[in-house]
């Protein structure tokens, strides 16, 4: 009885203290040049796997803002496809998508608010509350290729699109996993296969 009790306790402090479990800051974001991502494709016209490297930063001289530049390598079945540049930056306490090489969006979009947490929920406009939304729905583990991840899952809303549409991101990893389900359709998926925070090593077989 004393440790229902107790247990009670517990959880009437951590809620009436506003506690909101584990975060994601944006500093746990990897934004760092030489960042290297991996992954493999499903359902996607470009290819069956990708390299996502970031290459640096790039000021936009008429938004004034300073871009995060990610080159984006696709390839299919082992042989280079094409590739084409990615355009991020942080902002206030949010992380928005800027667009790709030769496009830039006039409304850049909201992909993760920080700081990330389990029943977080931000619109894609804050003026448009009837529209598309962006919501955290769970902070869970999930199993992946490089190993084991404790992922933030966001689930993005948007009427316009069938279908239902997830992103995982993990801390100090970044995008792991994406969904995007289409009931009568092909689907896509995209899984981390490995990633280097330091760059990829030049020698990754021990061949001499």
Known sequence: MKKITAAFLVLLVLGC???????????????????????????????????????????????????????????????????????????????????EEGSYLTEPIPLIAFPLYEGRFWYLDDEDTLGEYYECIEYDTIFLEPGRYRTFCIEHSNTGSSGLVRYWYAPDVGLVKFSHSIPHGESQFKELLAYYPGGIPEDTTGDE
């Open 17 to 99: 203290s506003g506690w909101r479990g584990p975060e994601m800051e944006a500093e746990e974001y990897p934004l760092k040049t030489g960042t290297v991502h991996i992954y493999q494709l499903k359902g996607f016209s470009s290819g069956d796997s990708m390299v996502s490297t970031v290459i640096g930063t790039r000021r936009h001289s008429s938004s004034d803002r300073t871009l995060y530049v990610d080159s984006i390598a696709y390839f299919a079945d082992d042989s280079f496809n094409y590739s084409i540049e990615e355009y991020y930056y942080l902002s206030g306490n949010h992380l928005y998508y800027y667009g």
